[in-house]
C-alpha cells in the first residue's frame, strides 16, 4: 500500500488544519489508519488512530479534544482534522496502515510537515 499525505503547511497558534492521506490505486477499506508525528530531535509518537471500519477511534492525551480522525472509504482517504493548534504540534506528519489490529503499523506515508507559529 503506498500512502501519501498532504494538507500540511505553516499556521498560527489557535489555527486550523486537516491532513489528507491517500492510498494510490487501491481502497483503504480494511486498513486499520493512524497518524503519527516526528518534532525535530524527538522519536515519533502516535497521535491519532481509527479502526478500519471507522467506529473506533483513538487519541493520544495531547491531542485529544483538539484532533478528529476520520476516514471516507468510498474516497479511499483518511483525514486529521486539527483545531487549536499550538506551537508543540509542530511536526512532520505520518500516516500509516495495517491490515490487523494485533500487529504493528507496517505501511507508511511520506510525511507532511507542519509548522505552528507561536
Known amino acids: 500500500v503506498q500512502l501519501q499525505a498532504s494538507g500540511g503547511g505553516l499556521v498560527q497558534a489557535g489555527g486550523s488544519l486537516r491532513l489528507s492521506c491517500a492510498a494510490a490505486?487501491?481502497?483503504?477499506?480494511?486498513?486499520?489508519m493512524a497518524w503519527f508525528r516526528q518534532a525535530p530531535g524527538k522519536e515519533r509518537e502516535y497521535v491519532a488512530a481509527i479502526a478500519w471500519n471507522g467506529v473506533s477511534t483513538y487519541y493520544a492525551d495531547s491531542v485529544k479534544g483538539r484532533f478528529t480522525i476520520s476516514r471516507d472509504n468510498a474516497k479511499i482517504t483518511v483525514y486529521l482534522e486539527m483545531n487549536s493548534l499550538k506551537p508543540e504540534d509542530t511536526a512532520i506528519y505520518y500516516c500509516?496502515?495495517?491490515?490487523?489490529?494485533?500487529?504493528?503499523?507496517?505501511?507508511w506515508g511520506q510525511g507532511t510537515q507542519v509548522t505552528v507559529s507561536s
Open positions: 500509516a496502515a495495517k491490515r490487523s489490529a494485533s500487529v504493528p503499523y507496517n505501511y
Open positions: 490505486g487501491r481502497t483503504l477499506g480494511y486498513y486499520h
